[in-house]
């Protein structure tokens, strides 16, 4: 079992950035891919960025290429997402993700953990 407490997120403005972190329990946080997806009001969860177990493979949905950096700290069992340049279609609540596998993976179904989300709310 695997529980992901996120923190970070809240109010900036467009341009702004944020740094969200995902502090995962458990001994095995380095063989798990993990994901960040996101979920704005009426709409689907959506794919955000991925990180393999060991940290080097990345990807990354179109809409934040270039703007966002997912990255992870396997001695803090950590996952972390630097959003810069943030827009205010970038407004959504944020899911960290676990799963044990280790290559990345864009899709919410195959992820087994969850986060609780954390708001971030970008203003123009």
């Known amino acids: 079992q695997v529980q992901l407490v996120q923190s970070g997120g809240g109010l900036v403005q467009a341009g702004g950035s944020l740094r969200l972190s995902c502090a995962a329990s458990?001994?095995?946080?380095?063989?798990?891919?993990m994901g960040w997806f996101r979920q704005a009001p009426g709409k689907e969860r959506e794919f955000v960025a991925t990180?393999?177990?060991?940290?080097?493979?990345?990807y990354y949905a179109d809409s934040v290429k270039g703007r966002f950096t997912i990255s992870r700290d396997n001695a803090k069992n950590t996952v972390y997402l630097q959003m810069n340049s943030l827009e205010p279609e970038d407004t959504a609540v944020y899911y960290c993700?676990?799963?044990?596998?280790?290559?990345?993976?864009?899709?919410?179904?195959?992820?087994?953990?969850w986060g609780q989300g954390t708001q971030v709310t970008v203003s123009s």
């Open positions: 993700a676990a799963d044990a596998s280790a290559a990345v993976a864009t899709t919410p179904w195959v992820y087994d953990y």
């Open positions: 458990g001994r095995t946080f380095s063989s798990y891919r």
């Open positions: 990180i393999n177990w060991t940290g080097t493979s990345t």
